[in-house]
């Protein structure tokens, strides 16, 4: 009985060292001296073990010095290190447009544009559609821009030129009022109105637009040669003969001399000056030229004057 015990104990050794060695590669236990006494003299073949000691009792002695040592194992507080936890990745940088918040979606975020893009965008494709002689759709994206910037001037003045240009008159004097309204000082919009209005013949309703402001000079000569322009039509010849005299402070053009001519006849006072100021002037236009002509001969023939 001796000689099997001390047989089984040699098997269990040879059995857990092959198991602790070949069986797993995550723990490795020593075996601690004197807990199995196994003499070199004493080497019994396997062969012989598996003939000698029945399976059923080499299994019950291998099971119970297993579970003693892991008994060991456990009081001498050997554990493996934790495993290292797998860290969540680290948040995208934030793209403009998309990123993938799975395999097999896409989430897309809003791109704002700036007022600067939003607006050139919307000219864009209103070239576009004037391109292909959409004139309508060109229309509604100038006024989607207007609608996101009421401010947009340039936007507001291209409109109101299609609507003009298409014959829609009183769109494009509500767009230009609503202009003004909101930009009262803004010189472009009274201007292009009041010529609007000064080919329909409301010279009274020009004059009182450019009246509301007064602008430099020097930088808007358009705006008041078209307010000399209307106030001469409008019977206001004194107003006329004034900005008449500041436009040629600072240009002699002969348009401007033949008006000034125009209301001085009109008041009575002398206009040879003037006349023979806009008869010299490069400028002139035929017919103009020829009623000065025509005005100086009678002038110079029995000091009268014809009516322009």
């Known amino acids: 009985m001796a000689l099997r015990a001390k047989q089984a104990k040699h098997f269990v050794a040879k059995y857990l060292s092959a198991i602790l060695v070949t069986g797993t590669s995550l723990l490795l236990l020593p075996l601690a001296h004197g807990q199995i006494e196994v003499n070199a003299e004493e080497n019994v073949p396997l062969t012989d073990l598996m003939v000698n000691l029945p399976e059923a009792e080499m299994d019950a002695f291998a099971a119970d010095y297993l579970q003693q040592s892991l008994q060991q194992t456990a009081s001498q507080s050997l554990a493996l290190p934790p495993l290292p936890q797998e860290q969540p990745p680290a948040s995208p940088v934030a793209v403009s447009k998309a990123s993938h918040s799975g395999p097999s979606k896409l989430d897309f975020s809003e791109v704002v544009l700036s007022r600067a893009d939003w607006l050139t965008e919307k000219n864009r494709q209103a070239d576009a559609a004037l391109a292909n002689n959409n004139w309508p759709l060109a229309e509604l994206q100038l006024a989607q821009a207007l609608g996101e910037y009421p401010d947009a001037h340039d936007t507001r003045l291209r409109l109101a030129s299609m609507l003009y240009g298409r014959g829609a008159l009183g769109q494009t004097n509500d767009v230009l009022q609503q202009g003004i309204d909101l930009a009262p000082t803004y010189v472009a919009f009274r201007l292009t109105l009041s010529r609007i209005l000064a080919e329909q013949e409301r010279f009274v309703a020009a004059l009182y637009q450019l009246n509301q402001v007064n602008p430099n000079v020097v930088e808007h000569l358009?705006?008041?040669?078209?307010k000399a322009d209307m106030?001469?039509?409008?019977?206001?010849?004194?107003?006329?003969?004034?900005t008449y005299q500041q436009l040629l402070a600072h240009s002699r053009v002969g348009a401007w001399w033949l008006g000034l001519g125009l209301c001085q006849r009109e008041l009575g006072?002398?206009?040879?000056?003037?006349?023979?100021q806009a008869q010299a002037s490069a400028d002139l236009g035929a017919a103009s030229q020829r009623f000065v002509e025509q005005q100086l001969n009678l002038l110079g023939q029995n000091g009268q004057t014809q009516t322009y």
Do not use: K, N, T, V
Not at 269 to 276: G, H
């Open 231 to 242: 106030a001469r039509r409008s019977g206001q010849c004194q107003q006329a003969i004034d």
């Open 269 to 276: 006072e002398d206009f040879s000056s003037a006349f023979y």
């Open 222 to 226: 358009d705006y008041y040669s078209l």
